[in-house]
C-alpha cells in the first residue's frame, strides 16, 4: 500500500507567512494546521502526529532543535520536516540535520524552493508531488501589506 502524506504542521511565527502557507498546503494536502510557538508545535506533534512539518528554526518560545528533541523524546512516529530559517548557517543546517531534518531552506522562500523541498519529501514517502500553487500564495505573503 502506498504511503499518503495526509497532515501536515507549519509552524511559524510569521502570521502572515503561516496563513499564505496553510492556504498554498490546504490545496494539496488534506490536513493543514498551523502553529506559532515551540510549546504549541510540541504539543501537536505528540497529540496530532502530523505526518509533515514545516519548521521555522526561530520560534518566540525556543527554536526547532527544542521541538525536535521533544518530538523524538516522546518515542513516536517521527513525522518529515522541512526546517526553515532567515539565517543560511551551515552549523545550523548541521544540527538539524542531525536530528533527522529532511530538508533545511532560507528565508525567504521561493515558490521554486518550497516545491523542490515538498518533491523531495513526498518523493521520500511515496506519494504525488505537491500543487504549483504554491508559488502563487507566497508571492502574495512576500507583499507588503
Known sequence: MEARLERVLIVEDDQSLQRSLQRAL???FPA???CGTRAEASALIAGWRPQLVLLDVMLPDG???DVLRAAAADGGPQ???V???GF??????DALRGLGVHRFLVKPLTPETLEEA???VTAAAAVPAPASSLGRWLRRARRPS
Not at 543560511?88 to 543546517?93: F, P, T
Open 79 to 81: 513525522p518529515e520536516v
Open 32 to 34: 493543514v494546521r498551523a
Open 63 to 65: 527554536n526547532a532543535l
Open 118 to 120: 515538498l518533491r523531495s
Open 88 to 93: 543560511g548557517r551551515e552549523d545550523l543546517a
Open 26 to 28: 490546504g490545496l494539496r
Open 83 to 85: 526546517a526553515m530559517s
